[in-house]
């Protein structure tokens, strides 16, 4: 069979050589080619692996960033919270200490998710006729709103130019220098509805600056007094919020019972109800306002007085004084708003020798910003009342949230 197959073989070789060369070699080399890439197989297949093995940390962390940005670009991005701390400025203008200028500096903090926002804070003024305040307060939620404790001293020196003292008709200048502690804790007893004690301590005294203001002074028995109070505090709130309240409604009463046993020079009483309701309008707010204060055999320092912006604080005094009033607050353009506001006082109480009842109506519009996501705000009004009576005020705070 050897034989036959080399017989074979050389006669395709004579009879046609140049066919074995033409075309036999290129076959050969294809084999060997093929024989070479059988041969490397293994070997490519190992670097591949190698490469993968080597790689796979970077295809990993390559993954992992392509995730994160996903997530990022999905997730919705968050806003940068309001600072703690808060400072606005204050700022007064009316016939009675012309015009004063300050600052109120707070810290605020929310101690739990339930509680609302805690303002601890400073405030001053100083104004062109030298008359000048400075106090520190507290307002704190604490316990998921279970306890409010609210704390303030002051200090300062006002000074008064009357041009209508009492209705007298005469010209009075008078300085009353102050000194003012008080204290305040309400626990919730059920509900919506507080209850607690407080404690007011205060050294007031009025002088006149020339003669003549003194001798009325005197003679009305105008002339402040130190004292000291302990009283019993309530107070019903359903409120949406502290600060800018758009909804609900807050009631509080209570009493101070001022008594020399106590340390103080006189002994009289003084009750004190306020009632507050907040009605939606779309995205503005109407707000109402009652209040009154009776004093029971206090002297004339300790007297109520017209508690309505256009009025200068204590140019009018009377035992009895009830106020009501309305505010309009129109959301203007993000976190600004406009607001327009009237009331009438009336002061009565009087005997008939000592005067005669009286009201005092007022009105104004005014301006306020936005503070922080709790819904603080500095607000600027300007009141008028009768008889020439005016004033502007820019405040932290709305006209009469407590």
């Given amino acids: ?45 190992l670097l591949v692996c190698l490469a993968l093995f080597l790689a796979q940390p970077v295809i990993a962390d390559t993954v992992k960033a392509a995730k994160t940005d996903e997530k990022l670009e999905a997730a919705p991005e968050k806003e940068k919270k309001d600072s703690p701390w808060l400072i606005t400025p204050l700022l007064s203008s009316d016939p009675k200490i012309s015009t004063a200028a300050g600052v109120l500096a707070g810290y605020v903090k929310q101690f739990d998710e339930k509680s609302p926002a805690s303002l601890i804070g400073i405030a001053g003024t100083y104004s062109t006729t030298n008359s000048w305040y400075l106090g520190a307060f507290a307002k704190t939620h604490l316990k998921e709103d279970k306890h409010r404790l609210n704390a303030a001293i002051v200090t300062g ?16 200048q008078t300085t009353d220098a102050l000194d003012l502690y008080a ?7 059920y509900g919506r509805w ?3 004690p407080q404690f007011i301590s205060t050294n007031y005294a009025i002088t006149g600056d020339n003669v003549l203001s003194g001798q009325v002074l005197q003679h009305i028995g105008l002339t402040g007094f130190r004292s000291n109070a302990v009283g019993l505090y309530t107070q019903y709130d359903s409120r ?8 609900g409604q807050v009631f509080e009463a209570h009493n101070f019972a001022y008594r020399e046993s106590l340390g103080g020079q006189v002994s009289f009483d003084a009750l004190t109800a306020d009632y507050q309701y907040y009605h939606p309008i779309k995205d503005h707010v ?33 035992p009895h004084m009830t106020m009501a009033e309305a505010d309009f607050r129109y959301s203007l353009y993000k976190k600004w708003g406009l607001a327009a506001f009237a009331g009438v006082a009336y002061l009565y109480g009087f005997d008939e020798e000592e005067g005669s009842n009286e009201l005092f109506p007022g009105g104004g519009v005014g301006v306020f910003y936005r503070l922080n996501d709790e819904g603080m705000v500095v607000r600027g009004d300007i009141a008028f ?4 009576n005016w004033g502007f005020y820019l405040t932290f705070g709305h006209g009469f949230e407590k």
């Fill in 1 to 45: 069979m050897f034989n036959s197959g080399k017989i074979q073989y050389c006669r395709i070789f004579s009879e046609n050589q140049h066919s074995r060369y033409s075309f036999g070699l290129p076959k050969i080399i294809m084999e060997w080619k093929n024989w070479r890439r059988k041969r490397n197989a293994p070997i490519v297949y």
């Fill in 157 to 172: 020196e006002i000074k008064n130019d009357y041009s209508d003292f009492l209705g007298s008709g005469l010209n009075v």
């Fill in 183 to 189: 204290l305040r804790y309400a626990y919730g007893i």
């Fill in 194 to 196: 507080y209850l607690g």
């Fill in 240 to 247: 949406d919020n502290q600060y800018s309240p758009s909804t």
């Fill in 286 to 318: 109407l707000a109402a306002h009652v209040r009154g204060r009776w004093a029971d055999g206090a002297p004339n320092s300790g007297y109520s007085s017209v508690d309505l912006r256009g009025y200068t604080r204590r140019q009018y005094l009377a």
């Fill in 385 to 388: 009342g009768k008889d020439g």
